[in-house]
């Protein structure tokens, strides 16, 4: 079992920067972490993950370029930084961990609580 807890969420100017953390615990060797969202009205959708040693990364296209996903093991903390943000990355940002890949797309086995993007005009 994993537990994730995210934290850095807030509201933002548009081509503004932030960072999000994510402390996590119990046992990750082999798993990939990462980041999904989830804005109003929509599914919930991949942004970005990388392999629990590093680092090796993917990310959804929107984010590459302007979002690096990044981990510290020492402290056992996830991070993305999220520059250059736009109206349309306003959503609620969930950590999480064994992060998968299918012909179905991204999905994830542990989910962390959210924490919210509001990114404003």
Do not use: H
């Not at 980041?35 to 959708?45: D, H, M, V």
């Amino acid at each position: 079992q994993v537990q994730l807890t995210e934290s850095g969420g807030g509201l933002v100017q548009a081509g503004g920067s932030l960072r999000l953390s994510c402390t996590y615990s119990g046992r990750i060797t082999g798993y990939f972490m990462g980041w999904f969202r989830q804005a109003p009205g929509k599914e919930r959708e991949f942004v970005a993950t990388i392999k629990w040693s590093g680092p090796t990364t993917f990310y959804e296209d929107s984010a590459k370029g302007r979002f690096t996903v990044s981990i510290d093991s020492a402290t056992n903390t996830l991070y993305l930084e999220m520059n250059s943000l736009k109206l349309e990355d306003t959503a609620v940002y969930y950590c999480v961990a064994n992060v998968l890949r299918s012909a179905r797309g991204w999905s994830a086995n542990f989910w962390g609580q959210g924490t919210q993007v509001t990114v404003s005009s």
